[in-house]
């Protein structure tokens, strides 16, 4: 079945670095990749999500970058902020309804 | 209001006892998910509606759960006869559509004591 792999499961950066967090996925049938962002006793929350048919895309200090023909996808935070500190999840539907996470990304910054 | 409500946001019960979640989803939202999340885990898929058709209810774990959205707005996932293994976060998606990204309510903290 699909299967979502990401990597690393725990990062720290030192403020103001830059943080990359990569996934892998099974299906090559996939065309909708989100990245969600969860903080202590929140719900995941959507930050940033691409489509197939781009190769990247950009918002302010987070931008997505897909590789179809690898079968992964990175997120990419830039000038990193003490706020960035939460738990990531990469995630890739399945048949268009049920979404599959990726066990989660906790990503410390460092003052 | 503007996002997804659930409750209660925390319910301890005793092992053996039925509890009932619920998921207020944003207004105008067809699309409607329950997913169980695991300490230190991701969230994974329990089951989904489309207004008041259940699609899809491959995910939940046994017969001892069950969702119901009878008018296609409000849902209530129902579990009975509890166990230990049940404690976890229920966390609770709506979209526009199945092919919209899925807002997250915050979660039921359940505990089975």
């Known amino acids: 079945g699909e299967n979502v792999e990401q990597h690393p499961s725990t990062l720290s950066v030192q403020e103001g670095d830059s943080a990359v967090i990569k996934c892998t996925y099974s299906?090559?049938?996939?065309?909708?990749f989100p990245w969600y962002k969860q903080e202590l006793g929140k719900g995941p929350q959507l930050i940033i999500d691409i489509r197939s048919n781009v190769g990247e895309k950009k918002d302010q200090r987070i931008a997505v970058t897909l590789n179809k023909t690898a079968k992964h996808f990175s997120l990419h935070i830039t000038e990193t902020q003490p706020e960035d500190s939460a738990v990531y999840f990469c995630a890739t539907p399945l048949r268009d309804d049920k979404i599959i996470f990726g066990k989660g990304t906790r990503l410390h910054i460092l003052p | 209001g503007a996002g997804v409500s659930q409750s209660p946001r925390y319910k301890v019960a005793k092992r053996g006892q039925d509890v009932a979640l619920r998921c207020d989803p944003i207004s105008g939202h067809v699309s409607l998910f329950w997913y169980q999340q695991a300490l230190g885990q991701g969230p994974e898929f329990l089951t989904y509606?489309?207004?008041?058709?259940?699609?899809?209810k491959s995910g939940l774990p046994s017969d001892r759960f069950f969702a119901e959205r009878p008018e296609g707005s409000v849902s209530t996932l129902k579990i009975q006869r509890t166990q230990q293994e049940d404690s976890a976060v229920y966390l609770c998606?709506?979209?526009?559509?199945?092919?919209?990204?899925?807002?997250f309510g915050d979660g039921t903290r359940l505990s089975i004591l």
């Open positions: 299906d090559s049938a996939s065309n909708y």
């Open positions: 509606f489309q207004n008041e058709a259940q699609l899809d």
């Open positions: 998606a709506t979209s526009g559509d199945s092919n919209q990204p899925q807002h």
